[in-house]
Every structure is written in C-alpha cells, then in structure tokens.
C-alpha cells in the first residue's frame, strides 16, 4: 500500500491555506508535522465512503469516528465546523476532520439549507419534490465546509456544486438528496453515477481536493 511520506518540516505562520472562503487559526510557534492518517469525525457512511475514495488513493488513510460533536442552530455551515472542531479539540487526536453540508434550494429560499440532514429525515426526497411541485425555477446548490485539524492549525475549506432538482427521484446510488440532485451541464442524478464521478463533480470532492492541496502545500513547508 503506497503511504505519504513527508519530511517533517516547519509550519508556514499565515498561510493562505484555504481555495474557497477559507479562515485559519495559526500556531504562534514553529511546529513539526506530517499528515498521513486523518480521523473523520463523522456519522454518515456516505460521506465517510466519498472521503476514503477520494483520498486513499492519494496515500491518506481515513479513520471514522462516530462519537459525533454539538451542531449548533446556525444558519452558516462554517460556523457549525469552527464549533464542532473546537469542541473536539483535547478529547481527540489530530490530525482530525468533520464536514457539515447543505442542499439549497432557491425556489425554497435556500431550504433546507444547513437543515438538511433534518428536512431528508422528516420529508425526505419526496417531500421536497412536492414543494417543488408545478415549479418551474429548479436551480440548488450542494455547498461543503470541512473543517480539519492538524494538531496546530485549525483549517477550513469549502466546495459548492451548482445544479438543479429533478422533477423525480432517478437512481439507487449515493445517499441523501442524490437521486433528486442533477450537477450543472449534466443529465443524470448523482444518485445514477458512481461514486468516482459525483466525487469529480461534487461539493465534498471540491473540499477534499482543497484539502489535500492544502495538506501537500503545508508538507512542503
Ligand atoms: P455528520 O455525522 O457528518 O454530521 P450528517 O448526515 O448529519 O452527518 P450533515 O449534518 O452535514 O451530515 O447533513 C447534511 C445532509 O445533507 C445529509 O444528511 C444529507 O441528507 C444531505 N447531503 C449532504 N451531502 C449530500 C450529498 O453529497 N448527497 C446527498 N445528500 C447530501
């Protein structure tokens, strides 16, 4: 099994680490590090299934942990990781991730939003069908923030995937709103995709790319 062996090397203090909207917490001191294990902080097998494809390959190994954190009421998904990753901090060994997501809808005004794992477990794919029902404007956006730390620095990083819901559920794949989920410029559903090719379309495979960017750039000092 090919492993990532980085050189321990000092920290950048300051470093832009994050593609999208991105917020940084830096050590004030030099730090050692290298980062080939991660523990996914996570109760969802979908996204930890996503995460492992995308990122073993690369070298990482993805531990998952399943004791959960405190989401709070907010209506930003990076409010909710810089919570939880806090919270976690001292009561679990870095490096660590979580991730927190939404699907939001426009013609819904951005329901369910940061209350999606709410709103698929009380209306699930069909009851957001019927709220679309006779809608026209379909257009939605999956967005991802993961939050991930290192031991030193606490990082955030962000994918969005545009796209529309379906006028009905198609395909077995995947979990949550994918079978009701088209990716801009395509026809078919997540749900009727394989994991490799939503992961090359979706908002989670954006933020797991920026993470391993983000990972490399670090490893290079
Ligand atoms: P955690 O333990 O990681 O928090 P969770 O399922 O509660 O798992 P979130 O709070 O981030 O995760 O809820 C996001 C919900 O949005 C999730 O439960 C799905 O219903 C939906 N969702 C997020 N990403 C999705 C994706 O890639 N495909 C389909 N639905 C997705």
Do not use: W
Request: with cysteine.
């Amino acid at each position: 099994m090919s492993m990532i062996s980085r050189t321990l090397v000092p920290s950048r203090a300051n470093r832009e680490a994050v593609r999208f909207r991105s917020e940084t917490l830096t050590c004030p001191i030099v730090c050692l590090r290298t980062v080939s294990k991660i523990t996914f902080v996570t109760g969802n097998q979908g996204k930890l299934s996503e995460a492992r494809e995308r990122l073993e390959p690369l070298g990482f190994t993805v531990k998952s942990d399943a004791r959960g954190y405190t989401e709070i009421q907010s209506d930003d998904l990076l409010s909710v990781c810089r919570f939880g990753l806090r919270e976690l901090e001292g009561s679990l060994e870095a490096p660590f991730m979580l991730e927190d997501s939404g699907l939001f809808v426009d013609a819904l005004d951005g329901f369910p939003g940061v209350y999606a794992s709410f709103a698929y477990g009380t209306l699930g794919n069909d009851g957001i069908l019927s709220l679309l029902r006779d809608v026209e404007e379909r257009s939605a956006r999956f967005r991802s923030v993961i939050g991930f730390q290192d031991g030193s620095d606490a990082v955030f990083l962000e994918g969005i995937v545009e796209g529309r819901i379906a006028h009905e559920k198609r395909g077995d794949a995947g979990f949550g709103f994918d079978p009701i989920f088209v990716p801009e410029g395509q026809e078919r559903t997540f749900a009727e995709m394989t994991q490799a090719e939503k992961g090359r379309l979706s908002h989670r495979g954006q933020a797991l790319d920026a993470l391993v960017d983000h990972v490399n750039a670090d490893g290079q000092g």
